[in-house]
């Protein structure tokens, strides 16, 4: 095995780390890539987090991406989802069509409202996950037609918004991580902006700039994304995903 991390691997690591410190909670990432690294972060660095098949049972071992046979810890119904949400410990991770310079999301809709050039999945989820839970959006293709100066539809809320929607909104409103195929990013900048935390190996400022449809704040000592050390590599590789489906994602 080459000890050389592709950067797929560099973004499972990178979303391994948004499930850190995150101690005993229910993990609930939406996507392949998110659900690469919160097993890579179930076997690694958090082994009290709670993951499921993505549907309706939760897992009591960590099985390889898709596997069949999987050993089974308990059953959550469907409508026992929404208790999670509005009332338990959860970190979902989920995808973007647009996320804007406030880490506002859109799954909804592109264009007018009124009359979208292209209807989406609907905001689905996004509301009550932003309201409730600690939120975190994986792109995997970081471009200005994702990340862009105001988003056409609010699914998920960020955090300037939650906080004129009121106290309801605000309390639990925690929108953790952005994390794409060229940085990881959080809406810790002036005035609670995207900003860059790092850049991956190999990316330069100047190429995030370029690929982002706003000003963005990347800091002048910006660190660049750590790799995997050579145990994630072999759990990626070998454990959780041998078949290579993460570079559906980003290529290698």
């Given amino acids: 095995m080459s000890e050389q991390a592709t950067r797929a691997d560099v973004c499972a690591a990178a979303i391994a780390d948004a499930f850190r410190d995150d101690g005993e909670l229910f993990a609930s990432p939406m996507g392949l890539l998110p659900m690469l690294g919160v097993r890579l972060a179930k076997l690694t660095s958090n082994p009290d987090l709670v993951i499921s ?3 309706s049972l939760f897992l009591a071992g960590v099985p390889p991406l898709f596997a069949k046979g999987v ?12 208790d999670v949400v509005a009332h338990g410990r959860r970190h979902v991770m989920m995808g973007a069509t647009q ?14 409202f009124d ?7 609907g905001s689905r989820g996004a509301p009550g996950n932003t309201v409730n839970n600690r939120t975190s959006y994986w792109v995997p293709k970081h471009s ?5 100066e105001q ?16 106290p309801a909104a605000a309390r639990f409103n925690d929108i953790h ?9 959080d809406v810790r900048g002036e005035g609670d902006t995207l900003r860059v935390l790092s850049l991956h190996p190999g990316v330069g ?33 070998e454990v959780l995903d041998p078949k290579g489906l993460r570079f559906k994602e980003v290529p290698a």
Avoid: C, M, Y
């Avoid at 406030?102 to 007018?112: K, M, V």
């Fill in 53 to 55: 098949d993505g549907e």
């Fill in 144 to 148: 200005p037609r994702v990340f862009v």
């Fill in 71 to 82: 050993v089974v810890e308990g059953w959550i119904p469907f409508r026992k989802v929404f």
């Fill in 205 to 237: 400022a100047d190429e995030v700039r370029e690929a982002t449809g706003f000003d963005l704040d990347v800091p002048a000592d910006v660190v660049t994304t750590r790799e995997p050390t050579l145990e994630e590599l072999v759990i990626i590789r």
């Fill in 115 to 121: 009359r979208p050039r292209r209807q989406l999945l």
């Fill in 99 to 112: 996320v804007d310079r406030h880490g506002n999301q859109n799954i909804s809709a592109i264009g007018d």
């Fill in 151 to 166: 988003v056409d539809v609010v699914s998920g809320v960020g955090p300037a918004r939650a906080r004129e929607a009121g």
């Fill in 177 to 185: 991580r952005v994390v794409s195929n060229l940085a990881v990013l």
